[in-house]
């Protein structure tokens, strides 16, 4: 990738900031520096090799977002259904028709382990293969 838009980012530590025997600075503060007095750089390679894990960079890496993303998003559903379950608003369902409420338990039991069987379908399909 010979784009123009890349550039070269000089990072440093900053002195004032990162004194090991204050307390009060428990992390190192990076800040930018002229070229002049650049000490470390991140080349242009670097930055074209980090971009080669995004998802337009092959159909491998674009599935395998568009796999564990969907996937995360139908166990976020399931967590939030699971809440909604244990909050006072289906107590109230389940003093007024409790089958309907334990039908609801089995259909969101069943849509966890469907998603727990799909998983053991993609992790072998994208970390071990």
């Given at each position: 990738l010979n784009d123009p838009k890349i550039k070269e980012y000089e990072v440093a530590l900053d002195p004032l900031n990162a004194e090991p025997t204050n307390p009060v600075m428990d992390r190192p503060h990076f800040f930018p520096l002229p070229v002049t007095d650049k000490i470390a750089t991140i080349e242009?390679?670097?930055?074209?090799?980090?971009?080669?894990?995004?998802?337009?960079?092959?159909?491998?890496f674009a599935s395998y977002f568009t796999i564990t993303g969907l996937h995360g998003m139908?166990?976020?559903?399931?967590?939030?259904v699971f809440i909604y379950m244990w909050l006072p608003v289906s107590k109230k369902l389940y003093q007024r028709n409790p089958e309907h409420l334990a039908n609801r338990v089995e259909v969101s039991g069943l849509f966890w382990h469907f998603v727990d069987l799909i998983w053991i379908f993609v992790f072998p399909l994208f970390y071990l293969l």
């Open positions: 242009k390679e670097d930055v074209e090799r980090a971009t080669m894990f995004l998802p337009t960079h092959s159909a491998y139908h166990v976020l559903g399931g967590v939030l």
